[in-house]
T-cell receptor, first 110, second 116 residues
């Protein structure tokens, strides 16, 4: 059974204070690791897909990296508008189902 | 205009009532999904559909049914709602990639359902 564990559950940063969110996973035959951003009361918004260890993707202040056991979402010089819950999900050998972690609630204070 | 829309956005109902949540998409994707989200539990897959004639149960299908009326429409029904079905419900879509697999899923805005 595919499993995803995200840490920390919550993270509070000051504006400009860089940090990283972790997503540890167990999957049989990784077919993709996905990062989403979710604002309160809204649907998850797609950020990145990573397919193989060593792959990196960037978007504005966010950078996602992937190893064989975990992924990191690095946030550089965050702004208050980066405050959201960040979700990690994996697709394994079944090729249809996404297994989601519980998310990390990020709060960036001005 | 939103690519994935859900109606209603909020619904309060009573135990035992039948409820239908609707999802429409303009992305042209063949695969559609229904998830529920509960605080502290993450997103759980209820049903998914490869196309109009292909519907499959997810992790937590008990108490739910679905209908794929067209490629662009996928409805979720609660035949007899109960309080522990109070949750956020999301519809999502995805497309096939060039390698035969499936790309990322795109989510609708959600329906907040409260069962009293």
């Amino acid at each position: 059974e595919d499993q995803v564990t995200q840490s920390p559950e919550a993270l509070r940063l000051q504006e400009g204070e860089s940090s990283s969110l972790n997503c540890s996973y167990t999957v049989s035959g990784l077919r993709g690791l996905f990062w989403y951003r979710q604002d309160p009361g809204k649907g998850p918004e797609f950020l990145f897909t990573l397919y193989s260890a060593g792959e990196e993707k960037e978007k504005e202040r966010l950078k996602a990296t992937l190893t064989k056991k975990e992924s990191f979402l690095h946030i550089t010089a965050p702004k208050p508008e980066d405050s959201a819950t960040y979700l990690c999900a994996v697709r394994g050998g079944s090729n249809y189902k996404l297994t989601f972690g519980k998310g990390t609630l990020l709060t960036v204070n001005p | 205009d939103a690519d994935v829309t859900q109606t209603p956005r909020n619904r309060i109902t009573k135990t035992g009532k039948r409820i239908m949540l609707e999802c429409s998409q303009t992305k042209g994707h063949d695969r559609m999904y229904w998830y529920r989200q509960d605080p502290g539990l993450g997103l759980q897959l209820i049903y998914y559909s490869f196309d109009v004639k292909d519907i499959n149960k997810g992790e937590i299908s008990d108490g739910y049914s679905v209908s794929r009326q067209a490629q662009a429409k996928f409805s979720l029904s609660l035949e007899s709602a109960i309080p522990n079905q109070t949750a956020l419900y999301f519809c999502a879509t995805s497309d096939r990639n060039s390698g035969g697999g499936y790309n990322e899923q795109f989510f609708g805005p959600g329906t907040r359902l409260t069962v009293l």
